[in-house]
């Protein structure tokens, strides 16, 4: 039996420790009712996965940026792998392929305009995503990652990179004089919503993590932070930023080692002021 199939309808949830193949009805959860709150804060990029023809289990064939950033947004594919629509928090979010599911998928954002808002360079800034994690997400010995957004490589000189492996929170930002890393305390349960955001100022890196609770709110945040040295944080606009894989520049999936994130994803946000 896979982990798809083995999802419940409704979960209890606890409080924070520290398209075409069709979704069942098994595969919503209770955070993905209409009536969660809605962040509707203005951000440069601001992807909600709302707003698209069809409902959970359909291919997602576009996505629009809700922000103020001009931006071109593609889903791109390998080997069959799919991204498809998904209960989220609230209304639509980005199924990607699970554990063993055939390809690898992502979600390309590249950046239009004279000046790329999406690359900070030494202002304050924010990025984030709400996730939930399948209960299978690695041990393949090949792809042990599971990316939720970035942008650059980590060989490159400048990153910025949310991820969960291995079912932990953390998030790296490298510039011109150096980068800083830091992880979450635990890991997460695996198949329940939760709120991340990386926030850098200055040389302080900050992990905020929240989890959603039954009343549909999120649980007060638990927060990490690392001090060191980064400086600009800048990007060649022909550098895309990827969520749900890892993307080389000409926005392809690197096949050989893709950190394909396995689950739910919504409310995926880069913003200047953090």
Not at 8 to 36: E, H, K, N, W, Y
Not at 198 to 206: D, E, I, P, Q
Not at 226 to 235: D, K, N, P
């Amino acid at each position: 039996m896979t982990a798809r199939a083995r999802r419940v309808a409704t979960v209890a949830v606890a409080l924070l420790a520290g398209t075409s193949v069709a979704c069942t009805p098994q595969q919503t959860r209770l955070a993905g009712r209409a009536d969660f709150p809605v962040d509707d804060r203005p951000r440069e990029l601001r992807l909600d996965f709302e707003g698209g023809a069809g409902t959970p289990g359909a291919v997602l064939a576009g996505v629009s940026n809700r922000g103020t950033h001009p931006v071109v947004v593609d889903v791109t594919t390998e080997d069959g792998g799919r991204v498809l629509l998904d209960e989220g928090v609230p209304g639509t979010g980005a199924r990607f392929p699970g554990l063993g599911e055939d390809g690898a998928a992502a979600v390309v954002v590249r950046s239009q305009g004279g000046r790329d808002r999406l690359s900070p360079g030494l202002v304050r800034f924010a990025f984030g995503a709400d996730f939930a994690l399948d209960a299978e997400s690695d041990g393949t010995g090949t792809d042990d990652g599971d990316n939720l957004l970035q942008r650059g490589l980590f060989a490159d000189g400048s990153q910025l990179k949310l991820q969960v492996d291995h079912g932990v929170v953390s998030c790296r930002v490298a510039g011109d004089r150096g980068a800083v890393t830091v992880s979450a305390r635990s890991a997460v349960e695996r198949e329940r919503w939760y709120r991340a955001s990386c926030s850098r100022k200055g040389r302080r890196l900050v992990l905020t993590l929240a989890r959603a609770r039954p009343d549909r709110t999120w649980s007060p945040p638990s927060r990490v932070s690392a001090v060191g040295r980064i400086g600009a944080v800048a990007f060649d606009p022909a550098v895309p930023v990827a969520v749900g894989a890892k993307v080389l520049p000409g926005g392809v999936i690197a096949a050989s080692d893709p950190d394909q994130f396995n689950g739910a994803v919504d409310n995926v946000y880069v913003d200047q002021g953090g």
